[in-house]
């Protein structure tokens, strides 16, 4: 495609394009953001569009493909390292629910839910609550790993039963 033409149908499709961001951002200063990026992209990857192919979908998958890449970058700055010694900020999130007398109770009330299993669901789930993997539970307690991942689900669904006027 001469790139007089590409420039020309990349500028037609510059209000859809908007309107696609916008879908995708919910924020217009993103949506735009978003635009402006994709219009870049686009135009550095002129050469690789084949004429062949359907101009327009080449250009909203570059859309989708920079708000998904941003999405998950997003995501990705926005988890905590905690440094603590006791990792105390990462055992106690923000919105635990602590700070209410009725966050605190139910959380008591989690606890010695928990503690009543017996040990055979007990231990593995408190394992992988506290952040072990499925592979270490299975071989800390040299058990086969459907096992332990058979513990884990019998005692979330206890749980589940158990508080179901929770929800």
């Known amino acids: 495609m001469a790139s007089v033409k590409f420039q020309n149908n990349l500028m037609d499709l510059q209000s859809n ?26 135009l550095d990857n002129e050469d690789k569009f ?22 998950r970058r997003a995501g990705r700055a926005a988890t905590v390292v905690d440094t603590t010694e006791n990792l105390y900020h990462l055992n106690l999130s923000q919105d635990s629910g602590l700070e209410t007398p009725e966050g605190s109770f139910g959380a008591s009330e989690i606890t010695d839910a928990i503690n009543e299993f017996a040990d055979e669901y007990r231990i593995p789930f408190s394992m992988h609550v506290a952040g072990y993997k499925y592979n270490e539970i299975a071989e800390k307690m040299n058990l086969p790993l459907g096992t332990v991942k058979s513990r884990i689900f019998f005692a979330r669904k206890k749980l589940q039963e158990r508080f179901s006027d929770y929800r």
């Open 50 to 71: 084949a004429d062949n192919t359907n101009f327009k979908g080449w250009v909203f998958t570059i859309m989708r493909n920079i708000f998904i890449n941003n999405y």
């Open 17 to 42: 394009l908007l309107n696609f961001a916008y879908m995708l951002t919910s924020n217009r200063d993103d949506a735009y953001d978003l635009l402006q990026d994709t219009t870049l992209k686009a």
